[in-house]
C-alpha cells in the first residue's frame, strides 16, 4: 500500500515560489500522483496531477523525479489566497482499492505579506 | 454548473440522538464519497458508492453509520447513537467516474455535546 510523507508545515512570503516536496519511495508503476488543497473552512479542491512527465496547469506546476519516488507541488507566486492544507495522494486507477482518494495529514502552507 | 450541495451546514445534537446528512452531487457524477474530518486531521474516506453500488465502506462504523444513494443520484448519511467523538466535518464528494477529479462540498459541521 504506496503512501507519501509530507512535511507538516512550510511558510513562504507573498509573490514568491514555493515548492512543496512529497515523498512517495514506494509508488508503484500504475500510481498516479495527485495533489489536492484545502482552504480554511472549505472542502478539500483538485489542484493538479500527473504520472511521470512534469505537468503545468493554470494553478501550479507538477514536477516528478526521474525514478517517480518524490514529486514537488510549484506555486509560482504565492498569494495570501494560497494559504491552505496540501495533500499529496497516489491512486491507482487500475484497481477499486489502489483507486481510493486518501488523505494523509497535508502540508500547512503559511503565506506571510 | 452547480457544484456538490450538503445540508444543513451546522448541527448540534446531544449524545445517543440521531442525526442525517444530505448531499447532491454534480449532475452526471457517478461516484461519490463521504469523508469524516476531524479537527486538525485529513479528512478520512467513510464510504465511497459508485451509482447506487457501494466501491469501499471498510472504514464506516456500520453499528452506528449507515449510508445509502437511492438511484445513484442523491446520498444521505445517518448517525445513530451518535457519540462525542462523532463530532466532526462530514464532507461529501463527487467526481465523474472513480479516477478523475473529485469535487468537494462544503461539508456539515456536527457538534455532539
Known amino acids: 500500500d504506496a503512501k507519501t510523507t509530507q512535511p507538516n508545515s512550510m511558510e513562504s512570503n507573498e509573490e514568491e515560489p514555493v515548492h512543496l516536496p512529497c515523498n512517495h519511495s514506494?509508488?508503484?508503476?500504475?500510481?498516479?500522483i495527485h495533489w489536492y488543497r484545502q482552504l480554511p473552512s472549505q472542502g478539500p479542491e483538485y489542484v493538479i496531477h500527473?504520472?511521470?512527465s512534469n505537468v503545468n496547469n493554470r494553478m501550479a506546476s507538477l514536477a516528478i523525479a526521474e525514478d517517480r519516488k518524490s514529486s514537488t507541488l510549484i506555486l509560482h507566486r504565492a498569494t495570501l489566497r494560497d494559504a491552505a492544507v496540501y495533500y499529496c495522494?497516489?491512486?491507482?486507477?487500475?484497481?477499486?482499492?489502489?483507486?481510493?482518494?486518501?488523505f494523509g495529514g497535508g502540508t500547512r502552507l503559511m503565506v506571510k505579506p | 454548473e452547480a457544484g456538490v450541495a450538503q445540508s444543513p451546514r451546522y448541527k448540534i445534537i446531544e449524545k445517543r440522538q440521531s442525526v442525517a446528512f444530505w448531499c447532491n452531487p454534480i449532475?452526471?457524477?457517478?461516484?461519490l464519497y463521504w469523508y469524516q474530518q476531524i479537527l486538525g486531521q485529513g479528512p478520512k474516506l467513510l464510504i465511497q458508492?459508485?451509482?447506487?453500488?457501494?466501491?469501499?465502506d471498510s472504514q464506516l462504523p456500520k453499528d452506528r453509520f449507515s449510508a445509502e444513494r437511492l438511484k445513484g443520484v442523491d446520498s444521505t448519511l445517518k448517525i445513530q447513537p451518535a457519540k462525542l467523538e462523532d463530532s466532526a466535518v462530514y464532507l461529501c464528494?463527487?467526481?465523474?467516474?472513480?479516477?478523475?477529479?473529485?469535487?468537494f462540498g462544503q461539508g456539515t459541521r456536527l457538534t455532539v455535546v
Open positions: 464528494a463527487s467526481s465523474l467516474w472513480m479516477n478523475t477529479e473529485a469535487f
Open positions: 458508492f459508485q451509482n447506487n453500488g457501494v466501491v469501499d
Open positions: 449532475s452526471g457524477h457517478a461516484t
Open positions: 500527473g504520472l511521470t
Open positions: 495522494i497516489l491512486r491507482d486507477p487500475t484497481n477499486n482499492a489502489g483507486n481510493m482518494l486518501t
Open positions: 514506494t509508488i508503484s508503476g500504475t500510481d498516479y
